[in-house]
């Protein structure tokens, strides 16, 4: 196989799901011309994290190939809330949160996208611009597109349904609005994760009503043996501001059974090689933590660069593997000569609220100087010199007064 037609495949197929009519059909159309390509994020945190990665790996192969990529920035969907997978009705949020969470979105995304590029960048467009323009006769005629029984066959409809939970009319306008995108857009595709087949296949349907075919990739998601997806949700996520030391632990904890899909999804690693590490844990040729540490190299190298992820090693196998405390600590100072343990972990961060310092406690998952601390209601008094407060395997600070 030629050197362009494997780079095709894989791009194909590299953690792709299914294509929108079909792979061969789009295959030829990305061979015929130029196609404006997109992928909207809704600002609902102030961080990417590595799964939002895997569809910006994807742009990225479609930028270098000279296709048109437009970054969406949902401002205006953020604040309806995506009802996606979600058996109660998300919180909205403002417009001043939305903006504040996006403002280093387009920084974040430029690990993959080239933003500068003098001949093809990659343009960044928030949905507010039409949508927020959308008159009351406008609106009713879209959702005149499409019936309410297409919405309530939704599985998480169906399940609140079930339930007996409510469903807001607001969350049947959510994929109305994202598939409009399409349309003030004029996009020829949509690249998304396999969660947002819904809502990309409502913008390709109103796309077919005005005469113009939209292809839709979805892509895999990352997720754990048991399905769950990472993501700020089910809070484990590795998001691209984590520091290389943390995205490398993280990776670390990880199952055995993300390996080869982690390897997939969040590298460029070869396919072919891919494969290979496939069948030599499937064979127990290889000890799966040797292969877990190549995995987490490879995606700390990705964001971080080769320097920093030799430094992240060096920090989990002295912590970790030899059983040491790091050299590079965070260091506070308090002025209280005595502090109780949950406030302790508050302020130096290992917590963010009392209540999160409690369930630490209660499982175990606290030491002072090395030593658990069992009791919630414990003062600890910190020393000239400094004590060590750690939290999990992970994570240490030395508290000094």
Not at 179 to 199: H, I, L, P, R, W
Request: charged share 30%.
């Amino acid at each position: 196989m030629k050197k362009q037609d494997k780079s095709i495949e894989e791009l194909l197929t590299r953690a792709v799901e299914h294509i929108y009519p079909s792979a061969d059909f789009f295959r030829v159309a990305l061979e015929k011309k130029k196609l404006t390509i997109y992928h909207g994020i809704d600002p609902t945190g102030t961080t990417l994290h590595i799964g939002h990665g895997v569809v910006l790996k994807k742009l990225r192969d479609l930028q270098r190939l000279g296709h048109t990529i437009i970054l969406l920035i949902g401002d205006f969907t953020a604040q309806i809330g995506d009802p996606t997978d979600k058996l109660a009705v998300r919180k909205q949020l403002t417009r001043e949160q939305v903006l504040t969470n996006c403002r280093n979105y387009q920084k974040q995304a430029s690990t993959f996208l080239d933003f500068n590029s003098k001949t093809n960048p990659v343009t960044v467009r928030f949905n507010s611009e039409w949508t927020s323009a959308l008159t009351p006769e406008e609106l009713t005629a879209i959702a005149s597109e499409f019936t309410v029984q297409q919405f309530l066959e939704r599985d998480m409809f169906q399940e609140r349904l079930k339930a007996g939970k409510p469903i807001h009319v607001h969350e049947f306008l959510y994929p109305l609005f994202q598939g409009y995108d399409s349309v003030a857009m004029d996009v020829d595709m949509e690249v998304g994760g396999n969660d947002q087949t819904f809502n990309m296949l409502i913008g390709r349907d109103m796309m077919a009503r005005r005469g113009k075919e939209k292809f839709v990739m979805t892509l895999k998601l990352l997720a754990d043996p048991t399905g769950k997806k990472m993501g700020k949700t089910e809070g484990n996520m590795i998001t691209l501001e984590d520091a290389p030391e943390e995205m490398y632990g993280k990776v670390m904890a990880w199952g055995d059974g993300m390996i080869v899909g982690g390897f997939e999804l969040c590298t460029d690693v070869p396919m072919d090689e891919v494969h290979a590490i496939a069948q030599q844990l499937r064979r127990e040729d290889i000890n799966p933590r040797d292969v877990k540490m190549r995995l987490a190299r490879e995606i700390v190298t990705l964001y971080h660069g080769a320097g920093s992820t030799k430094k992240a090693e060096a920090a989990f196998v002295q912590t970790f593997q030899k059983h040491e405390t790091p050299d590079d600590i965070k260091e506070l100072r308090i002025k209280n000569h005595e502090l109780g343990i949950t406030d302790l972990l508050v302020k130096t961060g290992l917590a963010t609220s009392k209540g999160e310092a409690r369930r630490l406690i209660e499982q175990g998952g606290v030491k002072v100087d090395g030593k658990v601390v069992e009791d919630a209601q414990a003062i600890i008094k910190p020393s000239k010199k400094g004590i060590l407060v750690q939290k999990g395997k992970r994570y240490f600070v030395r508290v000094s007064s």
